[in-house]
């Protein structure tokens, strides 16, 4: 699995870092700080979850999903929004937007991040057309 991840703050990655190596022993993880930066790699590279924080410099985690909709270079991506923020109305912002799911930072632990990538690959593959062979 290949996991973006979006944040400004080192902190905040390293500990998402630290719960996604104790759940994927073999994920692959790239970083970013900007928005910018993501929507490079993003149309690069392809990633199987983006993790991606709502505040960020110049532009937010919402302008990102809203610059991707749409696009072909995300369509195997589930989108994961996090925030220090633990609002009812932001995780409906986040979700309305495009995000597969919206966490906590302070509510993040392996478990609780396994679990949020189980169901927002489930969700986005729910969505798929089946090909019939």
Known sequence: MKVLIVDDDFVDRESIKRSL???YRTCEVVEVETVDESLKLIKQDSFDIVLVDYNLPQRSGIELLLELKGDDAIKNTA???I???EEERLSRE???AGAHDYLAKTEIT???LKQAITQARASFLIKQPIKAE
Do not use: V
């Open 79 to 81: 989108f994961i929004m």
């Open 110 to 112: 392996s478990q609780i």
């Open 21 to 23: 190596k104790k759940e």
């Open 83 to 85: 925030s220090t923020d």
């Open 94 to 96: 986040c979700k309305q």
